[in-house]
């Protein structure tokens, strides 16, 4: 039961570098999530989908690019790494119907990446 | 601009005493709380939530109190334990599914 699986744990990338940060989930969530939290503080939204080919930005989407061709993967990109985007970013999916709006998002254990 | 407020960085309870943490969010509009414990290395684990419409939630150890008026939410967990170590941030639906965190409140429970 794997929930959230987020690869890789850890990555150091250069200044310009970019890569993309995996993100899959095993439980038929149509709802997913990306999230970053910086030292000491709270996580904040970059982007969210709701289904398969919908995706909308969230309070800090800039220097980010997402995509969701299926309900199971939400992959993360940046493009061009800059410093201010070392963080730790969580992927996180919930399962949202009518008349049961309000559900816990599951969180996956995150990837750490560091921007030099 | 900070929507949810966690103003106690850590505390420190001993085993089997009462902990209550505390969050003030500052939107009327939030409808839906939720509490979440994150260890070292790991992702938010979801601990507890409420609606609006309801002033108390419990389960087990925990209960989660809802002050509308005050805008204040506070989790409470008794006896707490030792495992009961983390960091506990507390999170309100901001609309259409997406949570707003707090920065967090650091426990530690000591035998």
Not at chain 2, 78 to 89: K, T
């Amino acid at each position: 039961n794997a929930g959230v699986t987020q690869t890789p744990k850890f990555r150091i990338l250069k200044i310009g570098q970019s890569m993309t940060l995996q993100c899959a989930q095993d439980m038929n969530h149509n709802y997913m999530y990306w999230y970053r939290q910086d030292p000491g503080m709270g996580l904040k939204l970059i982007y969210y989908s709701v289904g398969a080919g919908i995706t909308d930005k969230g309070e800090v989407p800039n220097g980010y690019n997402v995509s969701r061709s299926t309900t199971e993967d939400f992959p993360l990109r940046l493009e061009l790494a800059a410093p201010s985007q070392t963080s730790v970013y969580f992927c996180a999916s919930s399962l949202n119907r009518q008349g049961r709006e309000n559900q816990p998002q599951h969180f996956g254990d995150g990837t750490r990446l560091s921007i030099l | 601009d900070q929507q949810v407020k966690q103003n106690s960085p850590s505390l420190s309870v001993q085993e089997g005493r009462i902990s209550i943490l505390n969050c003030d969010y500052t939107n009327s509009m939030f409808d839906y709380f939720l509490w979440y414990k994150k260890y070292p290395a790991e992702g938010p684990t979801f601990l507890i939530s409420i609606s609006s419409i309801k002033d108390k939630n419990e389960d087990g150890r925990f209960t989660v109190f809802l002050n509308k008026s005050a805008k204040h939410l506070s989790l409470h967990i008794v006896p707490s334990q030792p495992g009961d170590s983390a960091v506990y941030f507390c999170a309100a639906k901001g609309g259409f599914q997406k949570l707003v965190f707090g920065t967090g409140t650091r426990l530690l429970v000591s035998p």
